[in-house]
């Protein structure tokens, strides 16, 4: 069946054209800096947002209008794969994601859910050959269910945990099954509430043991995928331990983690934790961490994850600096962690929002290259930090200067001059930079 009869394949038309459903930046084939635009981006769709979305939120019921809505549970379930891959297609993504309970619902017992998720992942390896499809990554959903009301691999109760565990490791079969690149863990409910109630420590150190114990049973069926935890500050727990980048990494070095995670960073969670993206990737690169992105933005206005597509280019722009600068994301994507508006409940909103998605991106990734290749951030950090490249500054950045070597070079030198950081011409340089592309 078709579910998106009225639209074809999504082309590149370039700039002058005024085609809404066609790209005006995205040229998967046009290389820049010695890759093409596919291999750079490598963009994925989100399974959750794009097909089992309905546009709800908590003022209101679903306003989306699908092809598979009147159908129920593991029927709907089916035709939701069929849609996938019919829209991958036709906008031309080479990626998907998804969490478990996206793709095949909950049964009366955990075995009767994993023989729905059996049939499903079937379904997606049998479409995935056919199309050339791939699984950028998959994670499990510990959080939706009122099992896990309290955590999951930082619950109080011992057999949420234990089903957790349970999950996780079907998970990882799942993963393998379908070649997933990397395997995400989102602690949606892995926090808390309350300190008044809470053994941080314990929870903390149980959240690892899980870890640990995906590691071992990765090993032991030779699934060799990335492994990333994605952060967020808050929402749905008032406290997530996962809060940020640099939080997350502390995480990680601390219960000998570090060598077998990296981070999977999205926009809007960034936002929520009072950081810019580009900010959160130059944390996780320079510490060897960064993994993978979720694309989206937060509205400024609005306090919550509100999972945007992101169109802002001057974001883009950086985040995709970064991302070169990093060396580039690895075995990562760029996934569409982003919903339609609800106002936007027609089939044709989903292809124009991830085009906007998608164009946006490219501009930024041909802004951001013209940035490398002018050594434009290069430039003006060499001038900022110049007085460390000689005398006392040299001393300094070679470890031969001691404090009172130091004391001894301030008692003599009387006249200390600050210079300007020029940030306003900065920004408008930049802005110059992106509107010439």
Known sequence: MTYFSGINKIQYEGKGSDNP??????NPKEVVLGKSMEEHLRFAVAYWHTFTGAGADPFGAGTAVRGWDHLDTMDKAKARVEANFEFLEKIGVPYYCFHDRDIAPEGETLAETNKNLDVIVDLLKQNMKTSGAKLLWNTANMFTNPRFVHGAGTSVNADVYAYAAAQVKKGLEVGKELGAENYVFWGGREGYETLLNTDMALELDNLARLYHMAIAYANEIGFDAQFLIEPKPKEPSKHQYDFDAATTISFLQKYDLQNHFKLNLEANHATLA????????????????????????????IGWDTDEFPTDLYATTLTMYEVLRAGGIGRGGINFDAKVRRGSFEDQDLFLAHIAGMDSFAWGLKAAAKMIESKFFDNILDNRYRSFKEGIGADIVSGKATLKSLEEYALKNNTIKNESGRQERIKLMINEIIYSV
């Not at 459903?21 to 995205?26: E, I």
């Not at 009072?274 to 400024?300: C, K, P, W, Y």
Request: zero cysteines; hydrophobic letters at 45%.
């Open 21 to 26: 459903l066609a790209f005006k930046q995205y």
């Open 274 to 301: 009072g950081h810019t993206f580009e900010h959160e990737i130059r944390v996780a690169a320079i510490n060897g961490m960064l993994g993978s992105l979720d694309a989206n933005q937060g509205d400024l206005l």
